[in-house]
């Protein structure tokens, strides 16, 4: 099988929310909400595991080697999780936000199998988390002073790659109820 045939979503009708931004701002906790919500699963985060188990067993950090491994493991999470998913995925991360971490750690990073499955995989909606979050520091969490510039490196991801999103900010109760009003205009329209 080719990296492309890996990376690439299974063809549903489900509208598939992405939470999109920095680390520590709050898309774990929010995927696991709409989820609930909306009666539904959601795709975990395949780069957490994988970067935990590697710190486990090494205490060696992701390399530019492992990104193509990362975004096979998120296609497969998020494609699994399709096949019990109702109406809507929710999914705690995507290709585009693997790309963005690997363009900010390794510098002039480049992967044309990656940016082609970007192209080709559809999402309805992305929700940008805002670092209004306290931030919460654990093994794989590293960059606390830079969240600023991270955020604005998720959002001009988000721009250039024309995709549609919604600015969450303020606190969890605030982000969910702006989620579910933006994502029930959604299945309204479908």
């Known amino acids: 099988m080719s990296i492309q045939e890996t990376l690439k979503q299974q063809s549903d009708k489900l509208i598939r929310v992405v939470l999109f931004g920095p680390e520590s701002t709050g898309k774990t906790t929010l995927s696991r909400q ?96 805002y670092i209004d979050t306290p931030w919460e520091a654990d093994d794989l969490r590293d960059r606390p002073e830079l969240r600023e510039q991270m955020f604005t490196q998720f959002e001009n991801a988000l721009i250039t790659h024309k995709k549609n999103y919604l600015l969450l900010k303020g606190d969890k109760e605030t982000r969910l109820k702006n989620a579910i009003r933006y994502i029930d205009e959604l299945l309204t329209e479908k």
């Open 34 to 129: 709409l989820a609930a919500h909306y009666n539904t699963v959601w795709a975990p985060e395949f780069l957490r595991e994988f970067a935990q188990e590697k710190w486990d067993k090494h205490q060696k950090v992701c390399e530019p080697k492992d990104i193509i491994r990362i975004a096979q493991g998120q296609i497969r999470l998020e494609n699994e999780a399709s096949k019990s998913a109702h109406k809507i995925l929710i999914c705690d991360t995507d290709l585009l936000e693997t790309k963005v971490y690997a363009e900010a750690y390794f510098e002039g990073f480049e992967l044309p199998e990656l940016n082609q499955a970007i192209t080709n995989n559809h999402y309805d909606l992305y929700c940008l988390t």
